[in-house]
């Protein structure tokens, strides 16, 4: 067994890297002693012997560029599949992705998030944007920094809403899925990414106890 920080099991993380802001995700993982793994193919999430990573991170970027990719290759198959029961993390687009439903156009998506999400829905001046606000997280208020985010306008009974803008959901978590519109790898908190890789080890030691 690999031991990381702390002495924890090592958690290898895979980061979607089709198109995007991928990179600054996988610092944020290695900053908190976690393996990142660029995932560009589909057999970079299962190979012969089953899983190859613990959870996943899907990121911003746009998200019909990635869909493009993601149509080739069975990719979109076994990624529909694979984020049902592996931990996973949607940022911006990525959410657009994980989302069961998306407007603005309509738009497939993996269908695994149980929540409806318009598509560039923040208006032109404020496409992008540097918001600060309370969470469930401790430790004060979050950076949240917005590029033509989507707006969650609907939430199925089993999400958890984390943080909201105004009276929107932006960040929400609904079992082993975590989402937030905004890009929490842009900013130099890492409280959001922490909170995944415990949703992941929490995960992980669940099924090797199976
Ligand atoms: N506007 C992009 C989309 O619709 C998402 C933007 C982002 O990920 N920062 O896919």
Same mark, same amino acid.
């Given at each position: 067994?690999t ?17 995007? &802001? ?8 290695? !900053? =908190? %002693?976690?393996?990142?793994?660029? *995932?560009?193919?589909? $057999? ?15 990121p ?21 599949d ?16 994980? &989302?069961?439903d ?6 497939? !998506? =993996? %269908?695994?998030?149980?929540?409806? *999400?318009?598509?560039? $829905? ?48 932006v960040?929400v ?24 890789l ?13």
């Amino acid at each position: 067994m690999t031991t990381g920080k702390g002495g924890h099991e090592q958690l290898i993380i895979g980061i979607l890297a089709l198109q995007g &802001a991928y990179d600054a995700h996988a610092k944020a993982i290695a !900053s =908190l %002693g976690g393996t990142p793994k660029l *995932v560009r193919l589909p $057999s970079d999430l299962e190979g012969p012997g089953g899983r190859l990573i613990d959870g996943l991170i899907m990121p911003g970027g746009e998200s019909t560029t990635m869909l493009k990719f993601l149509e080739q290759r069975g990719f979109f198959d076994l990624l529909k599949d694979f984020v049902q029961k592996t931990p996973t993390f949607g940022t911006c687009a990525g959410v657009i992705l994980l &989302a069961r439903d998306v407007t603005n156009p309509v738009q497939k !998506s =993996l %269908g695994a998030l149980d929540v409806t *999400v318009e598509r560039n $829905s923040y208006g032109r001046q404020i496409d992008s944007a540097i918001l600060h606000a309370q969470s469930k997280f401790p430790g004060g208020e979050l950076e949240m920094v917005f590029i033509r985010a989507p707006r969650i306008v609907r939430t199925g009974p089993a999400v958890e809403t984390l943080a909201s803008r105004d009276s929107d959901p932006v960040l929400v978590r609904e079992g082993h899925l975590l989402a937030a519109t905004f890009h929490p790898e842009l900013g130099h908190d890492t409280r959001i990414h922490q909170f995944f890789l415990d949703m992941v080890r929490e995960q992980k030691s669940k099924s090797d106890n199976r």
